[in-house]
């Protein structure tokens, strides 16, 4: 028994244990929805529907619920995203330019987790007028 050796395991990168990494739809609408709502010139997300129902959760106290995704849909399949977006744009703002502003802060964003971004879909829903009865100064 003297003469057996103690073998020592060395730990390397190159013995990280193998598997998979999915990340979910979800994961990637709330991604899309964040950065699609910091682009100036998108007032609101989600078609008119969404809207409504929105409106209606805030007056009962539940306005956060489903804001996270509103507007956006995703789908993930081998590492690429193919995103679907509901805007609403501000009144006089150019729908070229927002939209592909749109596009490039939802692929940075996107792209920063680690996926790729093959498509986004963009549906321009509505356009948000100045409130007749806002004050003017």
Do not use: W
């Not at 990340?23 to 007032?43: L, W």
């Not at 703002?93 to 971004?117: D, H």
Request: charged share 25%; with cysteine.
């Amino acid at each position: 028994m003297a003469d057996e050796a103690t073998q020592e395991l060395s730990v390397t990168p190159d013995a990280v244990a193998g598997g998979s990494t999915l990340v979910s739809d979800e994961v990637v609408e709330k991604i899309a929805v964040a950065a699609t709502r910091a682009v100036p010139g998108v007032v609101e997300l989600g078609g008119d529907v969404a809207r409504f129902f929105n409106a209606v959760l805030d007056k009962v106290g539940l306005d956060k619920v489903g804001d996270a995704r509103r507007g956006c849909s995703a789908h993930v399949t081998n590492g690429a995203a193919v995103v679907n977006l509901v805007i609403v744009i501000e009144a006089g703002r150019p729908v070229p330019q927002v939209t592909e502003a749109v596009r490039v802060k939802v692929t940075e964003a996107v792209e920063a987790y680690g996926l790729r971004v093959d498509e986004i879909n963009i549906r321009v829903d509505d356009v948000a007028l100045e409130d007749p009865g806002a004050a003017t100064a």
